[in-house]
């Protein structure tokens, strides 16, 4: 499969994948295994009830996420709108916590290799070190925190695309990750792809716990979230919660 052949539906305004997590794992691996393009990465990003909202009323971040090769539903709304609304819905959600280590574990046959940008040093040694455990053989050629500045982040970007890692994940939050794929990504030819990750290296390394299944299923992941984190996250999910359930409800084809 190639990204050309992925089919898309309308979701809250955004053009998302109709792929499920084992065919979105099997798309990288196969990207992985072919040279890099010349023009650059694919960019694969992923789209949530935050993102949509602030795609709503942010055009430059309209044209970050909309410029992207792939774009994956972050969010079981975003499926059950498309069940309800879509001629073509979703087949699940495409999770980047849930990909990567279906990502992990077929890269260890598939001989691709990994770079981890982003976090703090210790969240991202942890989910390096996580990452050996769930798959012992993946390759990780390099990793580094994601606080890079001025030389540090110029020395950066040229070790990286020196040690030429088939898929860069690429953990800094929305939307500083889209702001890096458009201002670095010229300067990684030899990067296959770049996967931007969110909070995944938070999850992977345990720093944060993950809502119980029950609640992913429900799309109440939010809520598990907010009840851990409320001062950071209660004015944000009143500002594009019902921002994103409007733009589900009304853009959704």
Known sequence: ????????????????????????????????????????????????????????????????????????????????????????????????????????????????????????EEVNRATCEATKRIAPRVNIVGRSHGFLKGAELEAKLDEINALAPDILWLAMGVPLEQQFVRDHAHRLPNVKMIKTSGGLFDFVSGVKKRAPQWMQDAGLEWAFRLGLEPRRLLKRYLTTNPVAAYLLLTRTR
């Open 1 to 120: 499969m190639t990204i050309g052949d992925v089919e898309t539906s309308l979701i809250g305004g955004a053009r998302v994948a109709r792929l499920n997590l084992e065919q979105t794992a099997r798309l990288m691996l196969d990207l992985a295994r072919r040279p890099a393009r010349a023009e650059g990465p694919y960019y694969l990003t992923s789209v949530n009830g935050e993102v949509l909202a602030r795609r709503a009323f942010d055009p430059e971040f309209t044209k970050l996420i909309d410029c992207a090769d792939l774009i994956n539903a972050d969010g079981q709304p975003l499926v059950a709108a498309s069940r309800l609304l879509s001629k073509q819905p979703l087949p699940e959600r495409v999770a980047t916590t849930d990909l990567y280590p279906i990502v992990a574990r077929m890269a260890q046959d598939a001989g691709a290799s990994f770079y981890l940008l982003g976090a703090s």
